[in-house]
T-cell receptor, first 115, second 110 residues
Framework: KAGVTQTPRYLIKTRGQQVTLSCSPI?????VSWYQQTPGQGLQFLFE???????NKGNFPGRFSGRQFSNSRSEMNVSTLELGDSALYLC??????????????FGPGTRLTVL | KQEVTQIPAALSVPEGENLVLNCSFT??????LQWFRQDPGKGLTSLLL?????REQTSGRLNASLDKSSGRSTLYIAASQPGDSATYLC?????????FGAGTRLTVKP
């Protein structure tokens, strides 16, 4: 099975712009979670989607949003970019049905730099 | 508050040594705990997953234990190799999200 894939791998944007990141989960996995990783804050949970619905949400401003499609692929959008949004954005998928107990598998990440 | 702490922050050992990485968590109402490895600039590779009802899991040279009552998990690496050099993260799954520790940066010297 192919692993979790994320596109693009690298992005450079300027303040005020918006960006969309894409994640394709492992085939058969319906749960997709997004995380932000920075040197100062470490890994922080953004949100989780399951069957096209946001199931959980971390403590991030409304500029961060996401969606999931019927094929389980997910996109994350950040509007009005700020310098502090520069980070590695990681996507993870899980073979999750009614329970969230299963192992998470991570993609390689998208490195976003905001200038 | 659900906090996850990893000690030490960095560790350097000679090749062949056995070592233990520590993870502690403040809220014991966990669903599971997962250990990951991260190489510089890369994503996370899952190493071991321990469900809340389990006490330990083993994979090759790795053994992870879980003590919910004391809020602790350890990752034991036997006969360390230079290829084990990476940052090791523990992550605790709670009802609403997964909380990560800051990681232990491991260097294994040849």
């Amino acid at each position: 099975k192919a692993g979790v894939t994320q596109t693009p791998r690298y992005l450079i944007k300027t303040r005020g712009q918006q960006v969309t990141l894409s994640c394709s989960p492992i085939s058969g996995h319906r749960s997709v979670s997004w995380y932000q990783q920075t040197p100062g804050q470490g890994l922080q949970f953004l949100f989780e989607y399951f069957s096209e619905t946001q199931r959980n949400k971390g403590n991030f401003p409304g500029r961060f949003s996401g969606r999931q499609f019927s094929n389980s692929r997910s996109e994350m959008n950040v509007s009005t970019l700020e310098l502090g949004d520069s980070a590695l954005y990681l996507c993870a998928s899980r073979d999750s049905g009614a329970t969230p107990y299963n192992e998470q598998f991570f993609g390689p990440g998208t490195r976003l730099t905001v200038l | 508050k659900q906090e996850v702490t990893q000690i030490p922050a960095a560790l350097s050992v000679p090749e062949g040594e056995n070592l233990v990485l520590n993870c502690s968590f403040t809220d014991s109402a966990i669903y599971n705990l997962q250990w990951f490895r991260q190489d510089p600039g890369k994503g996370l590779t899952s190493l071991l997953l321990i469900q809340s009802s389990q006490r330990e899991q083993t994979s090759g040279r790795l053994n992870a234990s879980l003590d919910k009552s004391s809020g602790r998990s350890t990752l034991y690496i036997a006969a360390s190799q230079p290829g084990d050099s990476a940052t090791y993260l523990c992550a605790v799954l709670y009802n609403n999200d997964m909380r990560f520790g800051a990681g232990t940066r491991l260097t294994v010297k040849p």
